[in-house]
């Protein structure tokens, strides 16, 4: 079984959404025996913007630049690692109500027709159902559905519509709320959110996995 987990906070070892997503998949890895895990880290090696050169070279046109050829190679490793994956861990902070553009962009290279969703008469499919996907969301105010402020949250909604829309159906929401509120509130939230990490149960195909006999 293989997992991937995607960080992208810019704020290295301070920030809240990699401590906890590196404790999702660390009890992941202790859950699911043999459980391979990949890692892209968005903020040290982040993937360009799709501009009209990336979608110039998708419909055949030769790039001119290495940069280019770098990043178009760099992109489509992450779609096949994204594709391979049965669970996808994503490290998601709110920046200005949103996600941050690392996350954006590479958002952006995974979104692909006829890899990831297509269009038919009926309209659009999700062609990467089977994942399990788990959001680590942290946030610096509140912004949950009883929040004053909950309009202003087009980060976890997004996130649940894009995942939504290439048909993924398992997705859940581990969230550390209110941390630039004070200190202590910081680590109340870090606290419930690891707390829940705890809870996580297995991927479906994991579980069954498991509760074969041994033979």
Known sequence: MNLLHVDSSILGGNSVSRQISAAVVEHLAATIPGLSVQNEDLAATPLQHLSLAHLAA?????????????????????????????????????????????????????????????????????????????????????????????????????????????????ISIIRAEGVNIGPEQRVRAIEAALVEVGLIAPAPAASAALAQPAV
């Open 58 to 170: 998708a419909q055949g046109t030769t790039p001119e630049s290495a940069v280019l050829v770098a990043d178009i190679a760099h992109g489509q490793k992450a779609l096949d690692a994204f594709l391979a994956a049965d669970i996808v861990v994503v490290g998601a902070p709110m920046y200005n109500f949103s996600i941050p553009s690392q996350l954006k962009a590479w958002i952006d290279r995974i979104s692909v027709a006829g890899k990831t969703f297509r269009y038919s008469e009926k309209g659009p499919e999700g062609l990467a159902g089977g994942k399990k996907v788990i959001i680590v969301s942290a946030r610096g105010g509140f912004y949950g559905e009883d929040a004053p402020a909950a309009a202003l949250d087009h980060q976890e909604s997004y996130l649940r519509a894009v995942f939504g829309f290439f048909g993924i159906t398992d």
